[in-house]
Nanobody, 114 residues
Framework: VQLVESGGGLVQPGGSLRLSCAASGFTFSTYAMSWYRQAPGKEREPVATISSTGANLNYADSVKGRFTISRDNAKNTVYLQMNSLKPEDTAVYYC????????WGQGTQVTVSS
């Protein structure tokens, strides 16, 4: 099982980033996928979740209206479009696959700063 995140970086407040997570080694289309984040000194927290078919979406209150999770089961990839970024969005963002057990990616750093 492999989950590889990409797309992180440094962005100014109000800017946008699109994270991608490429999955392999399991039947991607049967797993719910999530993005989590962990800021320095804080616990890892869920940001957004998408069901296996993409029909059901859930977001943390702190990102509702700004972030959008999506998936392409043909490409075994899940995305996180992040708009109107704030300094408090600074964290390492992790991709997670879930179907009874969880698989994690290695994370990608997102830094929001002027």
């Amino acid at each position: 099982v492999q989950l590889v995140e990409s797309g992180g970086g440094l962005v100014q407040p109000g800017g946008s980033l699109r994270l991608s997570c490429a999955a392999s080694g399991f039947t991607f289309s049967t797993y719910a996928m999530s993005w989590y984040r962990q800021a320095p000194g804080k616990e890892r927290e869920p940001v957004a979740t998408i069901s296996s078919t993409g029909a059901n979406l859930n977001y943390a209150d702190s990102v509702k209206g700004r972030f959008t999770i999506s998936r392409d089961n043909a490409k075994n990839t899940v995305y996180l479009q992040m708009n109107s970024l704030k300094p408090e969005d600074t964290a390492v963002y992790y991709c997670c696959a879930y179907r009874g057990v969880r698989y994690w990616g290695q994370g990608t750093q997102v830094t929001v700063s002027s």
